[in-house]
């Protein structure tokens, strides 16, 4: 029923952005927390940003605040990740996640690989 599907994943140099999107089905997008986590290999998966339904609050974890800027189109059902200034440490898989209430994230994507050279 519920499908998140992430894209815009890929290779970039330390210093370049990209800009991930999660498209969002079967579910009434606006009702639903939206928010972004990331896995590398070998480590434990990590919140990177959060927006609510409305798109009024948003937060992010300290190490990617005022680099990265979750944003959402209702409309669209497509929540968004822009990321600057890309560093090493950056590189993981990320995943959307969807929550109905509060941060019980039910539904997850499949991840889209962000690898960022050196």
């Known amino acids: 029923q519920v499908q998140l599907v992430e894209s815009g994943g890929g290779l970039v140099q330390a210093g370049g952005s990209l800009r991930l999107s999660c498209a969002a089905s079967g579910l009434a997008f606006s009702n639903y927390n939206m928010a972004w986590f990331r896995q590398a290999p070998g480590k434990q998966r990590e919140f990177v940003a959060r927006?609510?339904?409305?798109?009024?609050?948003?937060d992010y974890r300290d190490s990617v605040r005022g680099r990265f800027t979750i944003s959402r189109d209702n409309a669209k059902g497509t929540v968004y990740l822009q990321m600057n200034s890309l560093k090493p440490e950056d590189t993981s898989v990320y995943s959307c996640?969807?929550?109905?209430?509060?941060?019980?994230?039910?539904?997850w994507g499949q991840g889209t690989q962000v690898t960022v050279s050196s």
């Open positions: 996640a969807a929550a109905r209430f509060g941060t019980a994230y039910l539904y």
């Open positions: 927006i609510t339904g409305g798109g009024l609050n948003t």
